[in-house]
């Protein structure tokens, strides 16, 4: 009765590929935020050494390193096979235990794990040397620290959106487009961080130009100039 039905099956190579690059994606995005929170950890730390948060050719070597780890990591998703193919997008499995321990070790756990090192790092460099810091170390630590904690908080909530998707079962655009505005809301704190920090620096310069030259209208008055 049915021998005319054809039979679909989607665990095509087309369809390994698909959650293989979209897992990738999604290491390599996690790993470039905890690369972001490394370099504010070096502005932080070793604020006197520019080599490690200056220094072009040491961060294109570890963005190298950041892109083979994230090609190399998700591998054993296409030999475990942990993956949705009957999914139309062929999503990574997270319904059950072994796809939720893959998903956190091979995706989450490493790059999230790093950057919560360096913000216990960090946090306990500030308490303990907080006395010995100048007025513009204050100023430019705290920005940095701020950026460090809005990444923790931008990661998180990438994991969460991505679990959310896959447990309703939502489309693939409604995925990204949740991903692009946490994505610009975090980087529009970013950027108002940035901005604000260069505003405060350019009163401060602007306040000592004026000092200066009160003053020199003051020596000029009372004649020390002649």
């Known amino acids: 009765m049915y021998q005319n039905i054809p039979v679909t099956n989607n665990d095509t190579i087309w369809c390994r590929l698909k959650v293989y690059f979209a897992t990738v994606a999604m290491v390599c995005a996690l790993y470039a935020n905890t690369f972001h929170a490394l370099h504010r950890f070096c502005r932080i730390i070793y604020y006197t050494r520019l080599f490690f948060h200056r220094n072009i050719y040491l961060y294109s070597c570890g963005i190298l390193i950041q892109i083979f780890v994230s090609i190399l990591q998700p591998l ?21 235990w072994r796809g939720m321990i893959l998903g956190a070790f091979l995706i989450w756990l490493s790059p999230i794990t790093i950057i919560v090192i360096i913000y216990a790092c960090t946090l306990s460099y500030i308490r303990h040397y907080s006395i010995t810091f100048t007025l513009l170390q204050q100023t430019r630590i705290k920005r940095d620290f701020t950026v460090i904690k809005r990444i923790i908080i931008y990661c998180k909530e990438k994991i ?8 309703e079962g939502a489309p693939e655009p409604g995925f990204f487009n949740a991903i692009r505005r946490e994505e610009g809301k975090i980087e529009g704190e970013f950027r108002d961080i940035e901005r604000s920090h260069e505003q405060r620096e350019a009163d401060k310069y602007e306040n000592r130009a004026d000092k200066y030259e009160r003053k020199e209208e003051e020596d000029f008055n009372q004649g020390r100039f002649p």
Do not use: A, F, P
């Not at 949705?84 to 319904?95: F, V």
């Not at 969460?160 to 447990?167: A, D, L, S, W």
């Open 76 to 96: 054993s998703v296409l030999i475990t096979g942990v993956y949705q193919y009957e999914d139309y997008h062929c999503q990574m499995s997270l319904t059950n």
């Open 160 to 167: 969460n959106v991505y679990i959310n998707m896959e447990r």
